[in-house]
């Protein structure tokens, strides 16, 4: 596997236009639209139930829109199937992680390859995911449902790359873990983008960690989009490092105020 980074091209690999999807009478997101061009990490940002996941499975999807246009590779995807947009090279590691319990560790990874029929390639990809969570390879015969959080983490994310995607969707990687874990798991969605070229989509409410991996990022508040731009200059915003990065510190009232806070600059 190579190790030198793969560029990141002008040439949006998803677009969403527009875009939105509700819950019978409840509008989770309102009107989305955003890239993420071929080769970069994009990030969306938003607390609890801002629509995140809505958007996630939107793309994938899982669910219908009721407006808007999602293109993959130049493609209309909007509300196609989600066995079809995988085939395309698009895939979703979902909040709370969701691997088949009762199956090996490596069962988990030969069904995220269900779309292949190239035997060998497979095998080789197998032991590049485990290069890149050696634990894995420990817990190979294992059953999944055995592994830790982080673990079970590894595991999903190692199964959307079974698929060989040029598109990952990533949900909340960090939920449930400590610092230290999250640490490492972002280390190496970075390594994975670098190095495989792989273009990530991930939804987070860890703004920290969000932002210092990601090449560009979105606020998303209540199902909208509140602000945009590349993450080192979002890292750079007096509302972002208040309302996101300085929550940790402030605590309980930090949050109380980014609830209130309505008027991005
Ligand atoms: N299955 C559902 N039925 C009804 N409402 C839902 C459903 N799923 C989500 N919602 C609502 O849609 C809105 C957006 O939810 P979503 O799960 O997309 O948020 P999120 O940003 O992913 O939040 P979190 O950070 O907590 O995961 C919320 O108001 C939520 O309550
Ligand atoms: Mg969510």
Known sequence: MSTTPVPVSD?????????????????????????????????????????????LKTISGIIDPRKGSIEFKGEDITAKDPAFIVQQGLS???????????????????????????????????????????????????????????????????????????????DEPSLGLSPKLTKEIFEIVVRINRERGTTILLVEQNANMALNASDYGYVL???RIVMEDTCARLREKEDIKEFYLGMKEEGQRAERRWKKKKNWR
Do not use: C, W
Not at 22 to 29: D, S, T, V
Not at 35 to 47: A, F, N, W, Y
Not at 99 to 122: E, I, K, Q, W
């Open 11 to 55: 040439q949006p690999v998803l677009k969403l236009l527009n875009v939105e999807s509700a819950y019978g009478p409840i509008r989770a997101i309102r009107g989305v639209s955003l890239q993420v061009r071929r080769g970069e990490i994009g990030t969306v940002l938003g607390s609890n139930g801002a629509g995140k996941t809505t958007i």
């Open 221 to 223: 508040e209540n199902g």
């Open 92 to 170: 979703h590691v979902p909040e709370g992680r969701e691997v088949f319990p009762l199956l090996s560790v490596r069962d988990n990874l030969l069904m995220g390859a269900y779309t292949r029929n190239d035997a060998d390639g497979v095998a080789r990809d197998i032991e590049a995911v485990f290069g890149y969570f050696p634990i894995l390879k420990e817990r190979a015969s294992q059953d999944a449902g055995l592994l830790s959080g982080g673990q079970q983490q590894m595991l999903s994310i190692s199964r959307a790359l079974m698929a060989k995607p040029d598109l990952i969707l990533l």
